[in-house]
């Protein structure tokens, strides 16, 4: 699984879902993408999480790197409680690239 980057914050848009902050770093190749399977996995490690990246937050971001990143909103259904700061985020691994992704 590749690492996409630790919760550092997260708050909730209503109607929307919950923003996860640090987020993926804009120079990440390929990109993530709306609807691709991601794992989040709790500080410790005992809990997981599976769902999806409903949508990626068109905000650009300096994380304490200086590295420029953009927040990722999951599902309404998934609670602000549920994702613990700390937690990492996973790309599931998945054959299924959306086609226009496919010769990227």
Do not use: W
Not at 28 to 43: C, F, H, L, N, R
Not at 64 to 85: A, G, R, S
């Amino acid at each position: 699984m590749n690492e996409l980057f630790t919760v550092k914050d997260r708050f909730k848009i209503t109607g929307r879902g919950i923003v996860l902050i640090t987020g993926i770093s804009a120079d990440e190749d390929p990109p993530a993408y709306t609807g691709q399977k991601i794992i989040i996995v709790s500080p410790d490690g005992k809990e997981k999480i599976e769902t999806e990246i409903r949508s990626i937050e068109f905000v650009l971001l300096k994380d304490q790197n200086e590295e420029y990143v953009v927040p990722i909103c999951l599902p309404e259904e998934i609670e602000k409680e549920t994702v613990q700061v700390g937690s990492k985020v996973y790309l599931k691994p998945t054959k299924n690239i959306p086609s226009h992704l496919d010769n990227a």
